[in-house]
């Protein structure tokens, strides 16, 4: 016999928080509840009352928060600072608080049984008073701890879960964790709510705090796995950074662009593409400054605006220096065609940097990007933390196809790698290596394109010069060997011709 | 503060219950044998939402003893007598 089930597939409702409905591969199941779980300071609080923001600014749905612990007054006026006026909204009618926090000074006698009727008729009331279609209800923890029977409590929140479910509701409902790693709440909660869980987790990683979310699970419906950083801006709230649920859709282009440098230009075969990430590596003091100065420049010599980020010297060192190479900086800006960002990584976390260069690209608009330097950076994350930054950083401006420099700072003067390289090397199209060499006691430089991507390039180390014209490029390096290892060695004349013949036939 | 103060109290229910209906039964009880003067309002919160809402009602069966001052909040059925008497400020008369 066949049986015709009606079964309608399981919707998503975009939760509107930024990230978080491309792990959630499209937001939280509609008309489900989801728990969200997490540690004292975990965000959950911001979470569950930026669903409801985010479905006022974004889709006109009206919402119910459901208030167990703070007061009303202390909710608005905390949020206020992200720019969500929720008075103005329960004036428009599209906000609607239930305030069940602990009265001060009340003290409640229990006399013989009792349920929490009234909770549930105040909770559809003013869910129908606005015809709300999101609910958040924060917190749990603080329902159970306002009364000793905690079966009853339970029995009570499967009951609104029910009325929830029945009225179509998609609800936020927060969670205490003792622990970042074990059980998913306290009270085992997770029984009657399970359908959908998302944890919040603020771990303390190598002396540094890192905001994770993970979806645990979503019944009957798909997500992305796995643990993705997030980060609490003072003026949007939490913006998750999808690493690795970024697609690889960018477009490869033909078209060339300078790179600043004609001999550059012809080592690489003809400049950068225009859509390419560029890493240029080196250590100390050997250039790569001076090639990011180069590349900027030969932006605004086309009229077209590049954007600096800074992370190494100061606004007045920076400037300082390229105007000894023959770059006004300062005259660039007032043109309105450089932007340079200056900050010291220590004055933020990783993931409020990336926001930050995100939201700078996003404003300015600009043709090229440079970060000088990316390993700076590094000093204010976890290697995993920085591997995921490199990788947001990296796709986020290949989707802009636009040209992007990088600088990394390698640890040795001479030849070695760095954690940058070994991050970047993967998704970088370009990388080129500045390095010292040390010739007859003498510090000389060179340089060589390493990879270059969807193109032939020059395979010599060449030695290049720096004066107050800028970056001079010159013949390569005949007779040495042992650059790039940091180990130069002069070798004779009849040594190479040996060599030569090694691999002619 | 003795049995002799008016008393106003009010009584937050949800719906026609059992439960409700052994509060109000238990309540008009204890009243009678122990107060002199007072008045009793019982409120379901399923026909006033918005008088829960105003009272921050969260558990149902509650009673508030709105009068004399200082306010008193009792939650359950008010089966056990004694925890009523005490939450009203009342000592038994008869022990």
Redesign the interface.
């Known amino acids: 016999m066949e049986v015709n089930h009606p079964v309608s597939p399981l919707v998503k409702l975009s939760t509107g928080i930024e990230g978080f409905d491309l792990i959630a591969e499209g937001g939280l199941p509609k008309g489900r509840t989801t728990l969200v779980a997490g540690t004292a300071g975990s965000a959950k609080t911001v979470f569950a009352a930026q669903f409801l923001a985010e479905g006022i600014r974004r889709h006109q749905q009206a919402g119910v928060f459901v208030t167990f612990e703070e007061p009303p007054t202390d909710i608005r006026r905390n949020l206020l600072s992200m720019s969500w006026d929720i008075l103005q909204w329960e004036t428009d009618g599209l906000w609607t608080f239930?305030?069940?926090s602990p009265?001060p000074g009340?003290?409640?006698?229990?006399?013989?049984?009792?349920?929490?009727?009234?909770?549930?008729?105040?909770i559809?009331?003013?869910i129908r008073k606005v015809g709300a279609k999101r609910v958040a209800i924060d917190s749990l923890g603080a329902v159970f701890s306002?009364?000793t029977n905690s079966s009853m409590v339970r029995e009570e929140m499967r009951r609104l879960g029910a009325a929830l479910r029945n009225m179509g509701i998609t609800a936020v409902l927060t969670a205490e964790r003792t622990q970042e790693f074990g059980e998913i709440a306290r009270f085992g909660v997770e029984e009657f709510v399970a359908d959908n869980v998302v944890i919040l987790r603020n771990v303390l990683e190598e002396e540094k705090r890192r905001r994770t979310v993970e979806i645990l699970k979503f019944r009957g419906t798909t997500h992305q796995k796995g643990e993705y950083p997030f980060t609490v801006l003072p003026d949007s709230g939490i913006v998750v950074i999808p690493v690795s649920a970024i697609e690889l859709k960018q477009r490869s282009s033909d078209l060339r662009v300078s790179s600043g440098n004609a001999e550059l230009n012809r080592m690489t075969g003809g400049g950068f593409f225009q859509d390419s990430l560029i890493l240029v590596s080196g250590a100390t003091g050997c250039g790569k400054t001076l090639m990011t100065a180069e590349f900027i420049a030969a932006s605004i010599t086309h009229g077209e605006r590049c954007l600096l980020f800074a992370y190494e010297e100061s606004r007045e060192q920076l400037f300082r220096n390229a105007s000894g190479w023959g770059y006004d900086f300062k005259r660039f800006e007032e043109e309105g065609l450089l932007k340079v960002i200056c900050a010291y990584p220590e004055t933020a976390g990783l993931e409020d940097h990336l926001i930050r260069i995100k939201s700078h690209i996003d404003g300015f608009k600009p043709r090229r990007v440079a970060v000088d330097s990316v390993s700076a950076l590094e000093r204010v994350a976890t290697n995993r933390g920085f591997r995921e930054f490199i990788i947001s950083l990296a796709s986020f401006v290949k989707q802009r196809e636009i040209p992007g420099l990088f600088t990394a700072t390698t640890a040795n003067l001479m030849g070695g790698p760095s954690i940058t390289e070994s991050h970047f090397s993967s998704i970088t199209d370009t990388i080129i290596l500045l390095r010292y060499v040390e010739m007859l006691g003498e510090m000389r430089r060179g340089i060589t394109v390493l990879k270059m991507r969807g193109s032939m390039h020059e395979k010599e180390i060449r030695e290049f010069t720096i004066d107050g014209q800028g970056m001079h490029i010159n013949a390569p390096f005949r007779n040495i060997i042992g650059i790039l290892s940091g180990r130069p060695e002069f070798i004779t004349p009849a040594e190479m011709e040996r060599m030569g013949h090694l691999f002619s036939d | 503060m003795s049995a002799q103060d008016v008393y106003l109290l009010k009584l937050y229910i949800t719906g026609h219950t059992p439960r409700s209906a052994q509060a109000i039964s238990n309540l008009q009880r204890i009243c009678d044998q122990e107060l002199a003067d007072y008045q009793l309002q019982v409120i379901d919160v399923l026909e006033h939402p918005g008088l829960a809402e105003d009272e921050k009602i969260l558990a149902t069966p509650t009673l508030i003893r709105e009068l004399p001052p200082p306010l008193r909040r009792i939650i359950g059925d008010l089966s056990n007598t004694e925890k009523v008497l005490l939450g009203l400020d009342l000592k038994p008369i008869r022990r």
């Open positions: 239930v305030d069940v009265i009340m003290e409640q006698i229990e006399a013989g049984n009792f349920d929490l009727g009234a909770l549930l008729a105040r559809e009331h003013a306002q009364f």
